[in-house]
């Protein structure tokens, strides 16, 4: 497996190589942390080399700073410094060193070298070949929580293999989500029975349980135990997904890139987008491998 971590020189995003280097990886993955530093224009709108040179050493001292976490953990690691506009630089670097993970910090400094999140971070999210985590949690010794939203659609299933796919410590704690979503649309529905509506609820509650059901075959094939919830649609799926992961003190969310259109989907710039955008904890969005 091969990770990018995009840093910068907040404090914020120090946290994002150390989340990497706490996170459990598949046997052989490797990394390479980057940072982005955008051409530095004076005042008078003149090209301002030395002021981007001195930026350039910054740089490279927060990706070297970042570099030893991941090698403590034993993570063969390298380093790059680039030039350009940090969102199309990092989704070109990993496709260019065809990377599985992308990993990222919510938030950062307004400044030169900035990954705020709604700017840098969101368009990696939606914009990356591979799977992305934007990072809220500074790493620590206990357990994590994570929870799995799913709609049973190839893209969830994804994600749930990802994780099974992945040594995860003794102690780490699985919940997996599935949101009742109607085929129908709540407000002012098209007419039916009450026995069509009866039918079709129905259905939308066995889509919910066979998602639920497929999530845990894959975990359980890997030996991961989990437990399970089915929620109904009292609110939007991207609500349901972030107080279920309030409530339960969840550290990590983990849902598919996109789903099915239609009755179930966790579509990207919809319910995984909200989600990532809004979570008060880390996110992965898993797309499946291409490779």
């Known amino acids: 497996m091969k990770i990018l971590i995009a840093v910068d020189s907040s404090a914020e995003c120090t946290i994002a190589a150390r989340e990497a280097a706490a996170r459990p990886w598949p046997s052989g993955a490797t990394a390479r942390v980057i940072t982005v530093v955008e051409p530095v224009f004076a005042l008078n709108g003149e090209y301002a080399p030395d002021l981007e040179g001195a930026l350039h050493r910054s740089a490279e001292h927060t990706v070297q700073c970042a570099a030893e976490y991941l090698q403590h953990a034993g993570l063969a690691t390298s380093t ?5 506009d940090p969102k199309h630089v990092i989704v070109k670097e990993a496709a260019d060193m065809g990377a599985d993970f992308i990993v990222i910090g919510a938030h950062s400094t307004r400044g030169v070298l ?16 591979c799977s992305v985590e934007i990072v809220r949690r500074v790493p620590d010794s206990k357990p ?44 002012h529905p098209p007419y039916f029975s009450p026995e069509r509506m009866q039918e079709l609820r129905g259905q939308d509650m066995q889509r919910a349980q066979q998602a639920v059901c497929i999530a845990e075959d894959i975990l359980s094939g890997a030996g991961i135990e989990s437990t399970s919830t089915i929620a109904v649609p009292a609110a939007t799926p991207k609500e349901l997904i972030l107080n279920e992961a309030a409530e339960w003190g969840a550290e990590l969310i983990v849902v598919g890139s996109h789903g099915r259109r239609g009755a179930s989907r966790l579509l990207l710039g919809s319910v995984s987008e909200s989600v990532a955008l809004h979570a008060q904890c880390s996110v992965e969005i898993i797309r499946p491998s291409a490779r």
């Open 80 to 84: 790059a410094v680039l030039t350009g």
């Open 144 to 187: 994590l929580k994570i929870l799995l939203a799913t709609d049973g659609s190839p893209c969830s299933n994804a994600a749930m293999r990802s994780v099974a796919e992945r040594p995860w410590p003794g102690g780490t704690e699985f919940r997996i989500l599935s949101v009742v979503e109607p085929a129908v649309p709540l407000l």
């Open 114 to 129: 900035q990954f705020l999140l709604g700017g840098v971070a969101r368009a990696v999210a939606r914009l990356a070949p």
